[in-house]
């Protein structure tokens, strides 16, 4: 197994038992899913965060819960958990049920939890660019102090919009943080295939910007102080950051993908580089908690998945009229 190469933080051990159940959370929220889609319980596609737990919580654990906003993209459960959404709404919703995040009319690819700060995930591929810098514009604007963490996929970075925005964001100098979380594919199309440098974030220079590489996306602390630094560098109104962190997702592209492209090894290797079980240790070996109370923090977070699915087939299928509600803001 590798190991967490990062130093120890100055964290509350609180902070740090928080973001590890939130991993924990991603990870059996997913797979509880993954599960119920083989017995056909979800509708559409849904797309899985497992493996990229670090990536996300990491991220997320740096900005301020319920101030600052994000945008979110198809593979938006990892970061809506990182939120702290609720369970129970969002397996819901991606159920489609009434009592779901988002009255059961957005499923797995558009939940938004706007009390949380996330303003959406999107099934259009770079779609969430626009509406970052639009909300990174009106914190400008009207000067809330708050930041704007957009997230996207590698195969994210040939979209048009990704110039642009880049562009806008910094030549309007906004407090935004673009953030690729680069797991090597788009679909089955590797991340070579796509582009002729090495990494994305090497293009950051082009438009001006600070361009910044967390290597092991799948270290938290690592994916957490490389945030902490840049975070604090947008809100001090230095204009945006292009940060991208390398990391793997175990599963296939979607619920639909038999992941043929990939090899089984390439696929185990990752897993030896597994996120949580790294976290697990470095937390134990730092002496920063202990065996027990690491295993009531998983024993929780099934429980509380649990329940959530317990919530969402119990819960009401929307009505027919619920169709022609909510369309137009007021
Ligand atoms: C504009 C647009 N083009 C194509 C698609 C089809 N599509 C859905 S996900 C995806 C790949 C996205 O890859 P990446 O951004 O790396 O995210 P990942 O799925 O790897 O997390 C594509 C091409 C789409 N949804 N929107
Ligand atoms: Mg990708």
Known sequence: MAKTKSKKTEL??????????????????DSKVNRLVKKGKIPG??????????????????????????????????????????LNGMMAEIMGKATGTCKGKGG???IADLDNGNLG??????????????????????????????????GAVNEGTFHETL?????WNLPVIFYSINNMYGISTPIKDMINIDYNYQRASAYGVPGHFI??????????????????????????????????????????????????????????????ARFRDY????????EKEISDVEASSMEAVEESVKFALSSPE???????????AD
């Not at 051990?13 to 929220?29: A, G, P, S, V, W």
């Not at 997320?60 to 593979?75: C, E, P, Y």
């Not at 259009?124 to 930041?147: D, E, P, S, Y």
């Not at 937390?283 to 202990?290: G, P, R, W």
């Open 45 to 86: 596609m849904t797309h899985f965060s497992i493996g990229e737990e670090a990536a996300n919580v990491g991220a997320v654990a740096a900005i301020k819960q319920g101030f600052d906003l994000i945008t979110s993209n198809h593979r938006g459960h990892g970061q809506s958990i990182a939120l702290e959404i609720d």
């Open 215 to 276: 290597e092991d996306g799948n270290d938290l602390m690592a994916v957490y102080n490389k945030f902490e630094e840049i975070v604090q560098y947008v809100r001090d109104g230095n204009g945006p950051v292009l940060v991208e962190s390398i990391t793997y997702r175990w599963l296939g592209h979607s619920t639909s993908d038999p992941g043929k492209y990939r090899t089984k090894e390439e696929v185990d290797e990752w897993k030896m580089k597994d996120p949580i």
């Open 108 to 110: 797995s690819m558009h």
């Open 12 to 29: 509350t051990k609180e902070k740090m038992l928080h973001m590890h159940r939130l991993m924990l959370d991603i990870r059996n929220f």
């Open 283 to 290: 937390l134990l070996e730092n002496k920063i908690a202990t």
């Open 167 to 171: 562009n806008m964001a910094s030549i």
């Open 318 to 328: 929307p009505t027919l009229e619920s169709a022609f509600e909510d369309i137009f």
């Open 121 to 154: 995930a999107n099934g259009i591929v770079g779609g969430g660019m626009g509406m970052a810098i639009g909300a990174a514009l009106t914190q400008k604007m009207k000067n809330t102090g708050k930041i704007v963490v957009c997230f996207f996929g590698d």
